[in-house]
């Protein structure tokens, strides 16, 4: 493992609003002119290099991962060394100025390849921690930080929730009539060959549009969800990221290539209501793209209808289920944290003290 280079985990903030009137109800954060996005963005230190939109939502990929802007819904997910929770009190102010109050809060992250370059507030969990607790206002009062563990020292998923008490997910009681997921998947030691797929030919006279729609061609990404419209972009010299589209859902990919410390993310969302051949398939894609050692799935849903199909599509394909751990958080329900290597690999246990870990099959 290299001792430097660009960290490749994200950093992943998710803001819910809400308001009184209809007509901002209509657009409301998506009403945000691009000067007040950018300004938001350049305290997080990254910059938009592509978008694309329709009537449900904004995505922004950004020159360090992905933006969403929903009326009353925003997702930011940042790499590298940027400063992702210092956008969070300027977004709250532009919320209030379109009369959109912060009803709940839901921070993520896994484990920094090099956590010692990372910038306050994001030095350690506790600090950040420590930091949304101070920016978030009062009213979201029903708060829950936890770092869950896996047997593999270089995987852990942190996790911190706030919400009102509109947002109390209650488990046993009926939910709404469609119960969404968000799913968070992360690769490291990429398969070598399919790694150089995301790497540019010198001087190869393309924009980052146009060398960005040739790797999602060369690698089949546009596969992995074939009805969604994609807004790809590559890095020079290397380096890749893509957010798809379709209907009211998103899905977003990131890629950092280099020998050493390569790493792929997935991310989507759904319904415990589709197919359930369609969680399968797209696990199957996403780990024939990539081909990873090792890679964690982290399922956050008010329902436990998804998660059970993870290991199920993911064990076929070379990879075995080391670990997986589970808590209730009270604005988001249940997150569920499964860690796979290939099967070939030895790993090292650590105490999975703090969470609920399930039994796993042989």
């Not at 992905?66 to 590298?80: A, D, E, M, N, R």
């Not at 076929?316 to 944290?337: H, N, Q, W, Y």
């Amino acid at each position: 493992m290299a001792e430097s280079g660009f960290e490749g985990f994200e950093k992943r903030l998710e803001l819910h609003f809400f308001g009184d009137d209809p007509v901002i109800h209509d657009m409301g954060l998506r009403l945000l002119d691009f000067d007040s996005l950018q300004e938001v963005l350049d305290a997080v230190q990254c910059t938009v290099v592509s978008a694309v939109g329709n009537q449900y939502f904004d995505a922004y990929v950004l020159s360090e991962s992905s933006l969403f802007v929903y009326p009353t819904k925003i997702i930011i997910k940042t790499c590298g060394t940027t400063q992702l929770l210092k956008s969070v009190r300027p977004l709250i102010n532009y919320a209030h100025d379109l009369g959109l109050t912060l009803c709940s809060c839901r921070y993520t992250r896994g484990n920094f390849i090099f956590p010692k370059s990372q910038p306050f507030p994001h030095t350690s969990f506790k600090e950040e921690v420590i930091y949304l607790e101070d920016k978030l206002p009062i009213t979201l009062c029903y708060r829950k930080a936890t770092v869950m563990p896996s047997k593999m020292t270089s995987h852990a998923w942190h996790v911190f929730t706030a919400c009102d008490q509109t947002q109390v997910v209650t488990p046993s009681l009926p939910s709404l009539p469609d119960i969404a997921f968000t799913m968070e998947i992360c690769m490291t030691d990429l398969d070598r060959v399919l790694a150089r797929k995301f790497f540019r030919r010198p001087n190869d006279g393309k924009n980052g549009d146009t060398a960005g729609k040739e790797m999602t061609d060369l690698t089949c990404i546009g596969d992995i969800n074939p009805g969604a419209i994609i807004c790809d972009f590559a890095f020079d010299p290397c380096g890749y990221s893509m957010n798809g589209i379709d209907g009211d859902r998103y899905s977003t990919i990131h890629v950092t290539p280099e020998d050493g410390y390569s790493y792929a993310s997935y991310e989507c969302v759904g319904s415990v209501y589709d197919d359930q051949d369609d969680v399968v398939q797209m696990l199957t894609k996403v780990v024939q793209v990539f081909r990873p050692a090792t890679m964690s799935v982290s399922t956050t849903c008010a329902s436990h209808e998804v998660w059970t199909r993870v290991a199920h599509a993911i064990e076929p394909l070379g990879l075995k289920c080391r670990s997986c751990i589970m808590d209730e958080f009270p604005s988001a329900g249940t997150v569920v944290f499964q860690t796979f290597t290939a099967a070939r690999r030895k790993y090292s246990a650590v105490d999975t003290r703090g969470g609920v870990e399930l039994e796993l099959g042989a």
